[in-house]
């Protein structure tokens, strides 16, 4: 599961590394000048990060992330494709025109279109990365018909026989018409939810039947005695053909085949430097799972992979995260490059080696309790490079693997992207968010001296224990919750993160040099989810992205839940609002209360006890505050959303043989995308 760049709201308004440890102030020196951000379109601003260490690792660890990064591009047209069947069309189509045409290239009309290609680079299409809500160009169908007439039709992915004015026809719907694919993922659940997302995953059938198909095949797997653990329907699309539901599998030889056997060529080579024998071997039994699509061997390579700790290079890469389905089944194609940062790597090892200690204190039921916490590892990491779903907007902490009986049996690998927390903490430096929304001069103080720490020591938690805590009653799964899967478990694994940033373990442990590092993730956390999260919805939505469901849902509730006795307490100052927390001991209390609520929830795989906290809690949004959370942050010109620039590694030969790889900055978001469509599609335009 990933810990989201959305929760970024609460790093961007640390601003100051009084908190930070001594290497990341030696690294501060080296990196002064280096430009954070480029550029800023939308609602979206486009950072760069850097890599440091990566000079000092040796020529066989360099030349190992240079072929996992290849990689990881390799299949980047999947998750366009997975994300709407003709996001590929509308991409190529749009690059065509960028690279193509001749006329007026400085009018207001050009840059509207420029800024809606570079929004569906971005989202890796036509629907909004985060809300999953269509956008629009701002020109108009006739401007852009025009752009379709000024360039050469060669250039542009007609069907055979197609004229100009027949592709107008065809595409300037998908584009433009509001009707036509309105929504990426519904999760509203008085639809079916299948027929109101334009996600490609299913084609021809309904939720009623894509769950009948699912239900059918784990009762089949039962009575012949298979494996009924299989994240069934994971890597494969659901479709009726002829009246019969099929699925089409993604491997070699199936569904997305030519990205798979390029991205196979690049693990292929990655193993022949694999830095140990279960480095290679996780590489190979990868290789395997992409050549048969058998979801048994991705469970193989699962298990593999989460025991290999003596790696220093590490990289995720296949079909995992479920946020992009209604159904929470498909997996979208993502992919992440990175290595250890040994020194920073010290505070979570402190965290693994004590997770029984946090699991037996938890405040949930101890019979949903794991009596032995096995493989916890966690880590903090430099990410090399992005990929897929995670790039250019990225989560900032994962765990993985995301199967239960994975976790319970063998563990699970966290992280923390340090390099990734940092780019953002430098971008927010003296933005003015902080001062703006909190309520007093105490709260911003103690923000800018603890709030870095308290978001880097929150992700650890909630994904190096959150994610793993807890265990399931026989015969349940994720899929028991459905649409609420993903936002349950996120706030499951915030909930364990938000407890425990108070206990007082953390300051005997020494990861904390006081409660007040916990207060101030507090303090973060109930004015994000309370009130700024909001600058990411349009007026008169609701919530819709499952970890802002989450935020919403955990700071709503223990809102009411401490209203009698004021332990948050929402005052007006200066005509403004603001959200004051009175008692942190009681607030905590109220975190673990809930807590225990969402993990028997899970536990139990109860779906309506899911539904009935989701919509009281998680979705509506006060449109009086909206309106004025909006109108102040308008001042401020932030964008709400971020997305990076990856890092370019080039081979460096002396005759004929490689002798070291070197790694650049790149600064234009425009080349580099258009680098990546020319050098990683492998996927036809069309469907």
Not at 52 to 70: D, N, R, V, W
Not at 260 to 287: C, F, M
Not at 431 to 452: D, H, L, P, Q
Not at 594 to 608: A, H, M, P, V, W
Request: a neutral charge.
């Amino acid at each position: 599961m990933k810990h989201p760049v959305f929760l970024i709201l609460t790093i961007m308004i640390a601003v100051s590394l009084i908190s930070s440890s001594p290497d990341k102030r030696q690294n501060d020196a080296k990196i002064q000048g280096f430009r954070w951000q480029t550029e800023q379109f939308a609602d979206t601003k486009i950072l760069r990060y850097k890599v440091p260490g990566f000079e000092t690792l040796s020529l066989q660890q360099k030349e190992l992330i240079y072929y996992l990064s290849q990689a990881a591009l390799s299949g980047r047209d999947i998750t366009y494709d997975q994300n709407y069947k003709y996001n590929l069309l509308v991409r190529k189509t749009l690059e065509a025109i960028y690279l193509d045409y001749k006329g007026d290239r400085e009018s207001e009309n050009f840059k509207k279109f420029v800024v809606y290609l570079k929004r569906v680079w971005f989202s890796n299409g036509i629907h909004h990365h985060s809300s999953t809500d269509k956008f629009f160009p701002e020109c108009n169908k006739e401007y852009f018909a025009s752009l379709l007439n000024g360039v050469n039709s060669r250039n542009l992915p007609l069907q055979k026989g197609q004229t100009v004015e027949e592709f107008i026809t065809e595409i300037t719907p998908i584009i433009f018409d509001p009707k036509v694919a309105p929504k990426r993922v519904n999760l509203n659940p008085e639809n079916d939810l299948i027929a109101s997302s334009s996600c490609n995953f299913y084609e021809g059938v309904t939720q009623k039947e894509a769950e009948d198909f699912y239900s059918k095949m784990k009762k089949e797997a039962v009575k012949s005695h298979q494996d009924t653990l299989i994240s069934y329907g994971l890597n494969s699309k659901l479709v009726k053909e002829n009246g019969l539901i099929t699925e089409k599998t993604w491997k070699t030889g199936g569904m997305y085949s030519p990205a798979i056997q390029k991205i196979i060529y690049w693990l292929q080579k990655a193993a022949t430097v694999a830095e140990n024998p279960r480095q290679k071997a996780g590489l190979e039994k990868l290789i395997e799972y992409y050549q048969t699509g058998i979801l048994k061997t991705w469970d193989e390579y699962n298990i593999i992979w989460v025991k290999d700790l003596d790696s220093m290079i590490d990289y995720t890469n296949g079909f995992i995260e479920v946020y992009g389905d209604p159904l929470a089944k498909k997996g979208t194609w993502e992919s992440m490059v990175n290595f250890k940062n040994t020194e920073a790597t010290k505070r979570t090892d402190i965290l693994s080696k004590n997770a029984q200690y946090f699991e037996d204190h938890s405040p949930v039921d101890p019979k949903f309790r794991k009596k032995e916490v096995k493989g916890v590892s966690a880590k903090v990491i430099t990410v090399a490079l992005l990929g897929g779903d995670s790039d250019p907007s990225t989560p900032i902490g994962i765990n993985l693997p995301n199967a239960q009986w994975i976790r319970k049996d063998y563990g699970s690998k966290s992280v923390t992207m340090d390099n990734i927390t940092y780019a953002y903490d430098q971008v927010s430096l003296g933005n003015g968010f902080i001062e703006e929304f909190a309520y007093s001069k105490e709260e911003i103080e103690n923000v800018k001296k603890y709030g870095y720490l308290a978001g880097n020591l929150t992700t650890d938690l909630h994904e190096c224990l959150g994610h793993g805590s807890g265990q399931m009653n026989p015969g349940v799964s994720s899929e028991s919750l459905k649409n609420y899967h993903s936002t349950i478990e996120e706030a499951r694994a915030d909930l364990f993160a938000l407890y425990y940033i108070m206990d007082l373990n953390m300051v005997r442990l020494g990861l904390v040099p006081s409660s007040d590092v916990g207060k101030a993730e507090y303090q973060n956390y109930i004015r994000n989810g309370l009130m700024t999260q909001l600058v990411r919805i349009h007026p008169g939505k609701d919530v819709e992205e499952a970890h802002m469901r989450d935020r919403s849902l955990i700071a709503h509730w223990v809102y009411e839940k401490g209203t009698e006795k004021k332990i948050i307490e929402k005052v007006t100052k200066e005509g403004l609002t603001y959200f004051r927390i009175n008692d942190y001991d009681g607030l905590r209390e109220l975190f673990g209360q809930l807590l225990k609520e969402i993990q028997r929830i899970t536990s139990e795989g109860d779906y309506d006890g899911a539904r009935k906290l989701v919509e009281a809690y998680g979705v509506k949004v006060d449109p009086v505050l909206h309106k004025e959370v909006l109108e102040r942050y308008q001042k401020l010109n932030i964008a709400p959303y971020s997305g990076f620039i990856n890092p370019v590694f080039t081979l460096k030969m002396s005759e004929n043989e490689l002798s070291d790889i070197a790694i650049s900055y790149p600064e234009d978001f425009t080349v580099q995308m258009l680098y990546y469509s020319k050098n990683f599609s492998f996927l036809p335009a069309r469907p």
